[in-house]
């Protein structure tokens, strides 16, 4: 896949967020991607926390390019498991992530524990 194109937008309509699947709703801020993928145009829409979320946990997927929101998930639920405990929350997790950011400017703790693995 080539990336053509990405950024943020605002919603000019409600739209389903590749990642989680749950809704962007319409005024909100959105990451957007377009991709060549072998001729064909692919257009990913993400919540901006979803995004942020997937570029932090990128080592937990085997294939980047080939996320699913089944895939996604799971790798939320297993950050959940690992790192914060209950129920699965992508803003707990972004709040997580970001604390994470904030109190070490270097890689983080679990990223180090999951190339170990
Ligand atoms: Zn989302």
């Not at 072998?38 to 990913?44: A, D, K, N, R, T």
């Amino acid at each position: 896949m080539i990336l053509l194109k990405d950024g943020e937008r605002k919603a000019r309509k409600t739209h389903t967020c590749d990642l989680c699947g749950e809704k962007i709703e319409k005024g909100e801020i959105y990451k957007f991607a377009v991709y060549n993928s072998s001729g064909e145009l692919l257009e990913f829409k993400n919540h901006k926390k979803c995004d942020y979320v997937f570029g932090e946990l990128t080592l937990m997927f085997s294939d980047p390019e080939d996320v699913s929101t089944s895939v996604f998930l799971e790798a939320c639920d297993d950050f959940t498991e690992m790192f914060i405990g209950g129920e699965t929350d992508i803003n707990a997790i972004y709040e997580h992530l970001q604390y994470f950011r904030l109190a070490k400017n270097e890689k983080m703790p679990w990223k180090l524990y999951c190339v170990k693995r």
